[in-house]
């Protein structure tokens, strides 16, 4: 199948496309078939063969396809077609919709309904859509205007509309305009019956999405809603006790969506009050799906509990227990969080954030304390969730869903256990430990885990509780459940503080840590706990340092996780840069030795390809290499020759020779980088030596394959070296032949996009010389295309990509004023401003276009940063170039709404003159946008 762009395709094949697509056997026939119909989508001719399609109405696979790709080209591509043919496509739209005929299956009518949505939200020149809709279809075809009427408000935010502040608000006040109609109807239909009560309770599911639909976007006017009895019919199904799941949980969505828009008190205070009153009907209804076991439904009565307690939760924080504040919402999130199923109690989980978050930032004692008893209890509650099976074998499973949801409950009680006091909490968990009814083993490791996520926060000094507990877990027979001993020794790594504050407690432990590695199931939380006492304990933990190297060098007959391992070096080597200075070059050499050896083994002996993760993988190596230099930190004086130097000049022809080798495996040569830069950044000016080879190398290499992480080491050399002045030359060098290889990838089709990491790492290079020595950068060839791919790079929608890019601008425009007191300063301040006049007009155009056209919301904070540094730097110009992209600007979108009106751009304009704080142009630059997306 094939046809040339220039023509359209007949309508036949079209079809046997779509049948091939459905009904083919053969797979690559199904393929060519999505490829070519994919094709045709993009076509402008789509657009008439989806209407032919629909009036064809041949089968059910051609009416979907006709309809999908009829919403599709509305919502990416309604600028192909002229304003004078939208009034002939919403009627055709229309008539398709008329004649839906009765069990025409859901897809289809959604993607109708979808399609006519979004042409009536594009269609500016479509007055009282709405009311049209309402009117047409209201008689004989509900259940499609139904949908229509869910979906319509549901798009005006989407994203690929970009429908613009101007006409959302217009539509909006239309929606607001029909709203008495709308909610007469939706209140009719829950009124009458039919006879057919599964087809009544479909069509109330219906309205109740209608409902939460336009609650969602704030247009049903409180006055208009109250004086109806449409809010009873949600409350109603959720009362009773036979409602079918469908319909309770449309409408859960309904009042889940009504509470939402209630949280505007100013503006719907009655409705809250009203729904506060509904909610609180419903508690026995809970009780009755907890005893029925009906889970599903208790999981809607917790959104509703929970989104009700959001709602009114700054009255909770400044009205404590009085009137739309009171406590009863805690009660009911209690309530929630004692159900037996743990996704009850989940749903909870972000009031009780928000609370602590609001107690944190208040810091008010006497108010705090009100809430301490219902955190007391709802630790108890996640405390009996987080207990395991009886039958459980082995340790905790920290993948599986059960433990993924422990994890956020020790997150949850780190965030609100200042709330009811660590050491409240702690004995909270000890009195259950030690509780005289004899505790299943499921019991006492449930509350060693608590414990475990409230230990950092307890005192040091304490000395009543926390001994005994540490006593317990150390006096554990062998006999004891694997899984108390898992959570035992986890706890006494969280411990390490309090235990620095112990000595004498860390030779029993560290014995008890020894004797965990060397269990397999224990070995690897053994050794995170070896780590955490490494790192508090650091002054103590020297006189075991030869212990800790007997273990590293046995550290691959333990049953240790690749992370464990990891971080039991890390813990060695902080030790280990602890040592007097004369004793770390020979400790480091042994510590390296155990990885250099089977890494060169794999240099000499290993050809073909590396599958990753095997045998003949040498990340592992490069890794613990790279933890060994990163976390090695001696101090140095000066004039003292750095202890780790001699190491690493003997471990650097190995690393040479693994870029060698590996030079086209884009994973392991990351590795080798990463194991390079702490290697540098250990020695500091210390590595000078490596300098040149190392250049040398990575400019060779990265000619044949251009991986970013080789930018990424070049700029950790220029922080390093970049304010050496006999380095600089080099140093620019190597920038240059960076740079025709980044720019030739970068430049091709899409290559911005393709390739966002070596942007990142460009840029973050680029930067590097800015702040460590920013004339030579200046005055080098490189300083004017470097400037040139900045600026395309503006719209490239990738954070840390577009925020390198940034970071860049902002300090190349700010070194035109900053440090004034640098004799180069006139000099620097020339360039740059040589480079703005030159620039400045395509970078504002660039800056703006990208903030409105390419990039999220939240990203143009970065985007204003550049433009106050364009205002301070020369105001004048700022302006200029500012008019000039904005009278460049589209003021009308394709269907014929105002997208901003002259007035608004000359507000903007003025606002980014006479902003005169950073703040108030960011907060401008992100209104402006709206008016584009």
């Known amino acids: 199948m094939s046809f040339s762009m220039e023509t359209a395709p007949s309508l036949e094949t079209v079809v046997q496309a779509v049948q091939a697509l459905y009904n083919n056997p053969d797979v690559s026939g199904k393929e060519k078939a999505s490829v070519w119909l994919g094709e045709l989508q993009k076509s402008v001719f789509a657009w008439q063969i989806a209407d ?128 008495p109609v709308v909610i007469q109807m939706l209140t009719h239909l829950n009124a009458t019956t039919s006879g057919d009560e599964e087809r009544d309770q479909r069509v109330r599911s219906k309205t109740y999405k209608v409902m939460g639909s336009w609650f969602s976007v704030s247009a049903i006017p409180q006055q208009v809603l109250l004086s109806t009895q449409l809010m009873n019919y949600p409350f109603q ?39 506060f009153q509904g909610v609180m009907t419903l508690v026995p209804a809970y009780h009755q799906a907890d005893k029925d076991e009906e889970s599903d439904k208790c999981l809607n009565y917790s959104r509703v509990f929970t989104e009700l307690s959001e709602s009114l939760f700054d009255i909770i924080i400044n009205t404590p227990n009085e009137g739309l504040g009171t406590f009863q919402l805690l009660d009911l999130l209690l309530l929630c969080a004692g159900h037996h199923l743990y996704e009850v109690c989940e749903i909870t989980f972000n009031f009780w954030y928000r609370l602590s978050e609001e107690l944190y930032r208040r810091n008010i004692q006497a108010l705090t304390d009100m809430f301490k008893p219902y955190i007391q209890n709802l630790v108890l509650s996640l405390c009996q969730h987080c207990q395991m099976d009886e039958d459980h074998e082995g340790i905790p499973d920290e993948n599986s869903e059960f433990g993924e949801f422990r994890a956020r409950v020790s997150e949850l009680i780190k965030d609100v256990v200042f709330i009811a006091g ?28 608590i414990m475990s996520a409230v230990a950092k926060n307890i005192l040091p000094e304490e000395s009543e509780i926390v001994p005994q507990v540490v006593h317990a877990i150390l006096a554990m027979p062998e006999s004891t459940h694997i899984a ?58 020297i006189n075991h340092f030869d212990g800790l190297m ?77 933890t060994i230099f990163r976390y090695t930190s001696p101090t140095v004086t000066n004039g003292q020759t750095h202890p780790c130097q001699p190491v690493i000049v003997e ?53 044949t394959y251009q991986h970013s992480c080789f930018l990424y080491l070049g700029s950790i050399l220029v922080d390093e070296y970049g304010s050496e002045s006999g ?21 091709e089709h899409n290559g911005l996009r393709n390739h966002p990491d070596s942007v990142d790492d460009l840029f973050r290079l680029c930067l590097r010389f800015i702040q460590r020595a920013p004339l030579p950068f200046l005055q080098s060839a490189m300083a004017k295309p470097i400037m040139r791919c900045a600026i395309a790079a503006c719209s490239l929608d990738h954070k840390d990509a577009n925020g390198s890019v940034m970071k860049f601008l902002i300090d190349l425009i ?68 500012l008019e000039h992209t904005l009278q460049a600007l589209p003021t009308e979108s394709s269907g014929g709404a105002i997208t901003a009106t002259k007035q608004q751009l000359a507000n903007f304009h003025t606002l980014c003159i006479e902003a005169s704080e950073l703040k108030q142009l960011s907060s401008g630059v992100r209104d402006f946008c709206r008016l584009y997306r």
């Open 651 to 703: 471990v650097w022809p190995v690393l040479s020779q693994a870029c060698e080798k590996y030079q086209a495996d884009v994973k392991i040569i990351e590795r080798c980088c990463r194991c390079i830069r702490f290697a540098i950044r250990c020695l500091g000016k210390n590595s000078a030596t490596l300098l040149t080879p190392l250049v040398t190398q990575m400019v060779g290499l990265y000619q």
């Open 814 to 881: 700010q070194c035109s004023r900053g440090k004034q007191d640098k004799e180069d300063f006139e000099v620097r301040s020339g360039l740059v401003k040589m480079l703005l006049n030159e620039h400045g007009q395509n970078l504002m155009k660039a800056l703006i276009n990208a903030c409105l056209f390419c990039l999220p919301t939240f990203m143009s904070t970065d985007i204003s940063e550049v433009m106050w540094e364009l205002k301070l730097t020369d105001a004048q110009a700022y302006s200029v170039w």
């Open 550 to 626: 007997q273990i590293v060098k046995a550290m691959d007959t333990f049953n240790l996780s690749a992370d464990a391992s990891i971080g039991l070096l890390k813990g060695t080597s902080t030790i280990l840069g602890r040592l007097n200075s004369n004793n770390i070059t020979e400790a480091l050499s042994q510590l390296c030795a155990c990885q250099i050896a089977p890494l060169n083994k794999l240099l000499q002996e290993e050809s073909g390809p590396v599958k990753h993760g095997s045998a003949n993988d040498p990340t592992m190596w490069l890794d613990r290499l790279a």
């Open 727 to 747: 380095c600089v030359p080099g140093l620019l060098d190597m920038l240059q032949a960076f740079c025709g290889p980044t720019f030739k990838i970068l430049e």
């Open 237 to 275: 199904a959720l009362a009773d006790v036979h409602c079918p799941a469908f319909l309770h949980e449309a409408a859960t969505d309904c009042i889940c969506s009504a509470l939402y828009t209630a949280e505007d008190l100013e503006q719907y205070g009655e409705l809250a009050q009203r729904l």
């Open 52 to 179: 032919q399609l629909l009036r064809l109405n041949q089968s059910l696979e051609s009416c979907y396809f006709a309809a999908q790709t009829m919403r599709t080209k509305i919502q990416y591509a309604f600028h192909e077609l002229p304003q004078d043919s939208h009034q002939s496509l919403r009627d055709s739209l229309i008539e398709h919709a008329s004649k839906i005929a009765p069990g025409t299956p859901p897809v289809i009518v959604t993607q109708l309904s979808l399609a006519l949505a979004d042409l009536a939200l594009q269609m500016a020149t479509w007055k009282s859509a709405v009311l049209e809709l309402v009117e047409k279809f209201s008689k004989e075809h509900t259940g499609f205007l139904l949908e229509l009427l869910t979906v319509l408000p549901e798009e005006i935010n989407s994203s690929s509309l970009r429908l613009g502040a101007n006409r959302r608000k217009e539509i909006t006040d239309e929606l607001i305009a029909a709203s």
């Open 422 to 449: 660590s050491s409240s909490c702690f004995v909270q968990m000890f009195e259950s430990l030690k509780s005289p009814q004899n505790p299943t083993w499921s019991v006492s490791e449930s509350a060693l885990f």
């Open 484 to 541: 108390v001993r898992y959570t035992g020794i986890q706890l006494l790594g969280e411990l390490a503080e309090w235990i620095d504050n112990h000595g004498q407690l860390l030779d029993p432990i560290l014995q008890c840590l020894l004797s965990g590695l060397q269990q397999p199931t224990l070995a690897s939380v053994s050794a995170n706990a070896l780590q955490n006492l490494c790192t508090q304990c650091r002054g103590q933990m």
